[in-house]
C-alpha cells in the first residue's frame, strides 16, 4: 500500500431506507478525530464481486486522501435487501436521497457529499443531484449512458446487451458470506418480482437528463457519452470536461483531476481546477485545451456535395443520388460501446464505403484538425413513403487508399430538409489525405434496420457536410496539458482462469448459399474469477446477430448469458442463466426473455416474458 496523508479503515455496513430496507455498502474512512466530507458511489454492479477490484483501487485511494467513500449497492441487487427496481427510476433515485441525507448525518461526515458514478451510475448521480436538495456540493460522472435510440433509430447492439445485462444482474442472489440464511429467500423474491423492461426500453421515451450541481464530465473519445458530455459543458456551470484516448469507464489516471474537483467544491480548497480549460480534450497525439466551450478557435467549415465533396453522379435526367444499401451495411462498425479490446475498433472501412454512397474530397493541401460534432444538412426527394433511416459516416481516405472512419451519425428523417448529427470526434486528417462521406440506408446490427428497403435519394447541390475546424495555430502560446499519475493501492488479487478454448472476441460468417450473415461477438468478461475472500464468479456469453442481404425483417438479435457463483468452503453453488432474445416485424419489435436460476445443479425458478411493443416510426 502506498503512503497517503490518512491511513484508512475499511467496514462493511448496512444503510437503512425509509420503508426499513437496507442497503449494502463498503466504507473506506481516513483515521481522523475531525468529520470528513464524503463521497458515494451508488451502482447495482454488485460491490462484492463485480466491481470490487475497481473498488479496492480507487475509494481507499479517496480515503487515503481525507474523503469517506462510500460504495453502496441499490435495492435489490448484490447484498442489498429489496427488490430490484428499474435504473433511473423514482424508486431507485428517492432510495440513493436518502442514502445521501444518512451520510451527510453521520458524526464522521462533515455534511458535505459528492457523487461519483460510471455509466449507468454516472447518469443517475446527475439525476440524484438534482434530487437531494442542495446537499451534493459535486458530481464526478464518467461515460454516462443515454438513451436507446440514436437519432430516432432504435439501438440494436446497446439496447440488447443492456437488457441482457440488467436481467442477469437482477437475477443474482446476495451472497451467504454477508447475508446469512437469509440468501434463499431473498434470491427467491428477487426472481419473482422480475420484470425486463424490454417495452419501455423499446418505446420513445425523454432521456433528458438535470444538472444541478458543479459537474466534471469525462469519457473517451468513441464512447457514445462524449457528444452528451460536449453538451452538458456548454450548458452547464460550472463544468470541466475531460476527453481521452480510454475505453468506457473511469480512468485511473483522472483521478487526481477528479480530487481537486473535490477538494475545490467539498473542501474550499483552491487547487486550481477552474483556472484549467473547460475542456481537455486528446487530439490524435497530444493534449489540448479549450478555455471555454465552444470554443473560438473551432469554426463550421461547410463541404457542399457536387463541390469540395463529389461523388460518381448519377443519370443526367436525374438530380437526386439514390442510397439503397444491403441489409449487412454496418457489420464492420466496431462495437457501440467500446471496451478496450482490439475488435472494438472499427477496421478499414472500405468494405462499408463499397455499400455505401461516397462522396470524396480532394487530397487536402494541409492538415484538417476537428473537434467538436459534425453535422451533415441533406435534401431528400419528398414522397408519401415511411421515413427513411440514413446513416452518414465520416472518413479519413489515406494515398493508398485505406478508409479510417473518424466518426458516424443516424437519423430517421421524415420529411424532405433534415440535418444528421455525428457524434463528436477529436481527429487530426494529414495532409494528402482526402475526406469522405459515406451514406447509407443501414447500419445493422447498431441499429434497427427500416421495414422498407426501399432507402431514400438526396439532391447533391443541396447537400453540405458542416465540420468544426479547430485552428492549427490554437495551442500556439497555450500552457502544455498534463496530468498527474497517482500511486494507486496494488491490485485486489483475483484469479482469472481463462476458458481453454478462447472464442474469437467478434467472428463473421456469411453463408453464401442463404445469403445470410452472422455476427457473434464474446465479452472480455468470459471466464473464472476467484475472489481474495474465495468467492468464485464463472461467466459465459455469447451475443450473436443475423440478417439476410436483402430482407430488413430478418434481423434478429440474441445472448445467452450464464453467471454461476460458488463458495466451495460454504457448498453454496447457485447458476442463472439468461436469454434475451430480439426481432421486428413491419409494425412492432418482438422481444422474448428467459430466465433459468439453480441452485447446487436443481432448478429453482424459470420463466419467460415476451412484449410486443409498437415501433414509433
Not at 455496513?13 to 458515494?40: N, Q
Not at 497555450?478 to 483475483?494: R, S
Not at 430480439?582 to 436460476?597: E, K, M, P
Request: glycine share 8%; net charge negative; hydrophobic share 40%.
Amino acid at each position: 500500500m502506498p503512503s497517503y496523508p490518512f491511513h484508512t479503515t475499511r467496514e462493511d455496513v448496512r444503510i437503512p431506507l425509509p420503508d426499513g430496507t437496507a442497503l449494502y455498502a463498503r466504507l473506506w474512512r481516513p483515521v481522523s478525530d475531525e468529520p470528513v466530507p464524503a463521497l458515494l458511489e451508488y451502482s447495482a454492479g454488485r460491490l462484492s464481486d463485480w466491481t470490487a477490484a475497481e473498488d479496492a483501487r480507487r475509494h481507499p485511494w479517496y480515503a487515503g486522501h481525507g474523503y469517506a467513500a462510500v460504495r453502496v449497492d441499490t435495492r435489490g441487487h448484490g447484498n442489498s435487501f429489496g427488490l430490484p427496481v428499474a435504473p433511473g427510476s423514482d424508486q431507485e433515485l428517492a432510495d440513493g436521497a436518502a442514502v445521501v441525507d444518512w451520510i451527510s448525518r453521520r458524526p464522521w461526515c462533515s455534511g458535505r457529499v459528492g457523487l461519483l458514478g460510471v455509466g449507468a451510475a454516472g447518469t443517475t448521480a446527475l439525476q440524484l443531484a438534482a434530487r437531494t436538495n442542495g446537499t451534493v456540493g459535486a458530481v464526478v460522472t464518467a461515460c454516462p449512458e443515454g438513451g436507446h435510440r440514436l437519432g430516432g433509430a432504435v439501438l440494436a447492439d446497446d439496447l440488447h446487451t443492456r437488457l441482457t445485462a440488467l436481467v442477469a444482474g437482477a437475477a443474482l442472489p446476495p451472497d451467504p458470506r454477508h447475508v446469512g440464511d437469509a440468501w434463499r429467500a431473498h434470491w427467491l423474491a428477487r426472481l419473482e418480482s422480475l420484470e425486463p423492461p424490454a417495452d419501455t426500453w423499446l418505446a420513445p421515451g425523454d432521456t433528458t437528463v438535470p444538472v444541478s450541481a458543479p459537474v466534471l464530465a469525462i469519457a473517451g473519445w468513441g464512447d457514445p457519452s462524449c457528444s452528451f458530455v460536449l453538451r452538458l459543458l456548454a450548458t452547464s456551470a460550472p463544468a470541466r470536461a475531460l476527453l481521452g484516448p480510454w475505453p468506457h469507464g473511469l480512468p485511473e489516471d483522472v483521478l487526481p483531476e477528479t480530487l481537486r474537483w473535490w477538494d475545490h467544491w467539498l473542501r474550499d480548497i483552491d487547487t486550481g481546477i477552474l483556472k484549467e480549460p473547460a475542456l481537455r480534450s486528446w487530439i490524435g497525439t497530444r493534449w489540448a485545451g479549450e478555455e471555454v466551450w465552444p470554443s473560438p478557435d473551432v469554426r463550421d467549415i461547410h463541404y457542399g456535395l457536387d463541390g469540395p465533396l463529389r461523388t460518381a453522379g448519377t443519370a443526367a435526367d436525374d438530380r437526386y443520388v439514390p442510397v439503397r444499401s444491403p441489409q449487412h451495411t454496418g457489420l464492420n462498425a466496431g462495437a457501440y460501446v467500446p471496451l478496450g479490446r482490439p475488435a472494438d475498433q472499427p477496421p478499414d472501412q472500405r468494405e462499408e464505403d463499397g455499400r455505401s454512397v461516397c462522396f470524396d474530397s480532394q487530397p487536402l493541401p494541409e492538415p484538417v484538425e476537428l473537434l467538436g460534432a459534425p453535422s451533415v444538412r441533406l435534401r431528400l426527394r419528398g414522397d408519401d413513403g415511411p421515413p427513411a433511416q440514413l446513416t452518414a459516416r465520416l472518413c479519413a481516405v489515406g494515398p493508398d487508399g485505406t478508409s479510417a472512419l473518424i466518426t458516424r451519425g443516424v437519423l430517421v428523417a421524415d420529411g424532405t430538409d433534415v440535418t444528421v448529427e455525428l457524434a463528436a470526434c477529436a481527429h487530426t486528417v494529414p495532409a494528402g489525405h482526402r475526406l469522405r462521406l459515406a451514406l447509407s440506408s443501414v447500419y445493422w446490427p447498431w441499429v434497427w434496420p427500416a421495414p422498407d428497403p426501399t432507402g431514400y435519394a438526396l439532391d447533391p447541390s443541396r447537400s453540405t457536410l458542416t465540420l468544426p475546424v479547430r485552428h492549427l495555430a490554437a495551442d500556439i502560446g497555450a500552457a502544455p496539458v498534463t496530468f498527474e499519475t497517482p500511486a494507486l493501492p496494488d491490485p485486489l488479487a483475483v484469479h482469472l482462469t481463462e476458458p481453454l478454448t478462447a472464442r474469437p472476441e467478434r467472428l463473421t460468417v456469411h453463408d453464401l448459399g442463404r445469403h445470410e450473415w452472422r455476427t457473434e461477438l464474446t465479452p472480455a468478461t468470459d471466464g473464472t474469477r476467484t475472489q481474495p475472500d474465495g468467492l468464485v464468479r464463472d461467466e459465459h456469453t455469447v451475443t450473436a446477430y443475423r440478417i439476410l442481404t436483402d430482407a430488413p425483417l430478418s434481423a434478429q438479435a440474441r445472448t445467452d448469458h450464464t453467471v454461476r457463483l460458488e463458495r466451495p468452503d460454504l457448498g453454496w453453488d447457485v447458476t442463472v442463466q439468461t436469454r434475451t432474445q430480439l426481432r421486428c416485424d413491419a409494425g412492432h419489435f418482438l422481444s422474448i426473455v428467459q430466465v433459468r436460476a439453480l441452485e447446487a445443479g436443481s432448478v429453482v425458478f424459470t420463466r419467460e416474458w415476451q412484449h410486443r411493443v409498437p415501433r414509433h416510426g
